[in-house]
Each structure stands twice: as C-alpha cells, then as structure tokens.
T-cell receptor, first 114, second 110 residues
Framework: GAGVSQTPSNKVTEKGKYVELRCDPI?????LYWYRQSLGQGPEFLIY????????DSGLPNDRFFAVRPEGSVSTLKIQRTERGDSAVYLC????????????FGPGTRLTVL | GQNIDQPTEMTATEGAIVQINCTYQ??????LFWYQQHAGEAPTFLSY????GLEEKGRFSSFLSRSKGYSYLLLKELQMKDSASYLC???????????FGKGTTLSVSS
C-alpha cells in the first residue's frame, strides 16, 4: 500500500462505549500524527509519535483519549466513555522523519457517537 | 498564541485566477503549508514555503512573507475539479505538529 490507511472508515457507537481507531502509516515513516476534524473546521492536532514514543500529546482533550504505537508502525487511538461531542473525523498522518517533513494524511475514520 | 486566518468562502469561474490569502501568528515558525481537501476526503499536500518568495508548481503557486506573517495560494486556469477546501497550516510552538486554519471553500462554476 502506498498511502496511509485507517480503519474503520466509519464507526457508530453509543454514548459511554469504548472505541479503537487504527492507523497504518506509510512504510518507513517514523513520524505519526493524529488529528480530529469537525465539520467546517480545519484538522485539530491531538498527538505526535516519533517512533514508538509520544513526543507531544498536548492536543489530547482529556484523559479519555489515549494512543499507542508499540512497534513504531501501526498506531491505535483509544477513546473511553465516548461522548456525543467526540463525534468527528479522526485523521492520521505520517511523515518520513521529523515534524518538519510534509505530512501525508489517511482517509480518516468518521466517528459518530449517538 | 497560535492563530491562522483565512477567508471562509470564495467563488470563481472556470479559466480564471484566484488568490487565497492566509495570515498567521505563531510563536515558532518552521514553514507554511497549503493542503487541498475535497469533501469527504483526506487533505492532500499542495505546497510548502519556508523562505520568503514565490514557489511555483504547475497551475498552483504559493507565496510567503515571514515579516508580515502572510501567505497566499494562487490557482491559475481554474478547473471545476479545483472546487475544494484549501487549508493553510503552520507548525505549532513546539514544532511538533501543524496548526490549521478553518479552510477556504472554493467553488468553481462554469
């Protein structure tokens, strides 16, 4: 696969449930980012990984949100006790080495919390 | 603080030229990015400016003035497929991620 892939493409869940969103970056890219995009807004930064470690998680809105990247490739964004306000498109991006490289985005996961 | 401003909407006709402006205020600066996003799709990279001046790439050009905190994206010979949202972004203070504007929705009509 040439690009960033994300699964699922759509996720509908009920308020209070737990969800996991997966991102598979471009092969060899060491930097990985999660963003959240609401309708009519630009993407909003959540967290940045360099390799396996979270280099900057200052964008995570609260402690219900958590992300991991255990082997430095695939990443999972985990949301506990989902709320209706969590509904958005969750975008993943990767870049070759560092945060100053061009970021390439995946198609996103549309999360709807009922 | 971090702030990116760009117009909400613009309209133009096929074959015309349009300029989308962006002003930014960032504590740290590592370059200015432009992305294109069609409805329901991922943002795709258009251009990156780190030095002052104009960068030309086919029908699209991007300009940066660091002293003025200003950039623009110039689209020439507009086509219907250019109808999309155009996102201006700059690196955050920590230099770890991008801060995006709300995007400019461009509608191209025949």
């Amino acid at each position: 696969g040439a690009g960033v892939s994300q699964t699922p493409s759509n996720k509908v869940t009920e308020k209070g449930k737990y969800v996991e969103l997966r991102c598979d970056p471009i092969s060899g890219h060491t930097a990985l980012y999660w963003y959240r995009q609401s309708l009519g807004q630009g993407p909003e930064f959540l967290i940045y990984f360099q390799g396996t470690g979270a280099a900057d998680d200052s964008g995570l809105p609260n402690d219900r949100f958590f992300a991991v990247r255990p082997e430095g490739s695939v990443s999972t964004l985990k949301i506990q006790r989902t709320e209706r306000g969590d509904s958005a498109v969750y975008l993943c991006a990767s870049s070759p080495h560092s945060n100053t490289d061009t970021q390439y985005f995946g198609p996103g996961t549309r999360l709807t919390v009922l | 603080g971090q702030n990116i401003d760009q117009p909400t909407e613009m309209t133009a006709t096929e074959g015309a030229i349009v300029q989308i402006n962006c002003t930014y205020q960032t504590s740290g600066f590592n370059g200015l990015f432009w992305y294109q996003q069609h409805a329901g799709e991922a943002p795709t990279f258009l251009s990156y400016n780190v030095l002052d001046g104009l960068e030309e790439k086919g029908r699209f050009s991007s300009f940066l003035s660091r002293s003025k905190g200003y950039s623009y994206l110039l689209l020439k010979e507009l086509q219907m497929k250019d109808s999309a949202s155009y996102l201006c972004a700059a690196t955050n203070q920590a230099g770890t991620a991008l801060i995006f504007g709300k995007g400019t929705t461009l509608s191209v009509s025949s």
